[in-house]
């Protein structure tokens, strides 16, 4: 079974034809909707990925006590069973455009604190394969 995926995903860049940006001009942000047809993914490999790809850093998961505990200082939301109900849109844009919106679950300080400027979560882009993504999203959904 096939799951479908509306993602919003960031484009950043100027257009090849314009003129070079000054230094006071700032690059534009233009969202784009995308729909796809994603393959089921496997919980096993999935937690793997969140090892692999460092998510510990930033996010702890409650139901792995054997996972190392974040060190950031700005910690993402739990990876909890309030994770796992969210769709695969919201995952996705979560991961690939962390800055959308900043997670609610996120606590209320560093809300706060974050209020105005970007999610302190890493770009993925270049480091997360489709599998990873799939397999993670098992993963989530998968915690207890």
Request: charged share 15%.
């Amino acid at each position: 079974m096939q799951t479908r995926l509306v993602v919003s995903l960031v484009v950043i860049g100027v257009s090849a034809c314009s003129p070079q940006p000054t230094r006071t001009e700032t690059e534009q942000t233009t969202a784009v909707t995308v729909t796809a047809a994603m393959p089921p993914g496997d919980a096993r490999m999935g937690r793997q990925a969140f090892l692999d790809l460092r998510c510990t850093a930033c996010h702890e998961v409650p139901s792995e006590p054997e996972f190392p505990p974040p060190v950031s200082a700005n910690l993402g939301p739990p990876i909890d069973a309030r994770l796992g109900t969210k769709d695969l849109s919201y995952v996705a844009t979560a991961i690939v455009s962390p800055s959308h919106q900043i997670s609610l679950d996120t606590s209320p300080d560093l809300r706060g604190r974050l209020q105005g400027v970007l999610s302190p979560m890493g770009d993925f882009s270049h480091t997360m394969t489709v599998r990873q993504f799939v397999d993670l999203y098992a993963f989530v959904r998968s915690v207890k």
